[in-house]
């Protein structure tokens, strides 16, 4: 069975740091690109981010590059989001997501980031 399990959410002051994780299991994770997914309250799903089955590639929402950054532990089956210069706009769920040609097939169960003073 495939799982993902994301931790490391939280309440943060804007300009803060998290650091997002996302534990895989029931797959061979690094056959795999994965991607962070958020939902803020009210809008639609977007993309955060996405990395390569073997992290040499990256790709970033214009409004998170060179605030977030994406990674993966292929020997540890995680995946990570660290997210720096945090906004009130950032605050949203966030889930990660296996990709299968363009397209996600399973998610987790999400982790909420809430960026408030």
């Known amino acids: 069975e495939v799982q993902l399990v994301e931790s490391g959410g939280g309440l943060v002051q804007p300009g803060g740091s998290l650091r997002l994780s996302c534990a895989a299991s029931?797959?061979?994770?690094?056959?795999?690109?994965m991607s962070w997914v958020r939902q803020a309250p009210g809008k639609g799903l977007e993309t955060v981010s996405t990395i390569s089955w073997n992290g040499g590639s990256t790709f970033y929402a214009e409004s998170m590059k060179g605030r977030f950054t994406i990674s993966r532990d292929n020997a540890k089956s995680t995946l990570y989001l660290q997210m720096n210069s945090l906004r009130s706009e950032d605050t949203a769920m966030y889930f990660c997501a296996r990709v299968v040609h363009t397209m996600y097939d399973y998610w987790g169960q999400g982790t909420q980031v809430t960026v408030s003073s």
């Open positions: 029931g797959f061979t994770f690094g056959d795999y690109a």
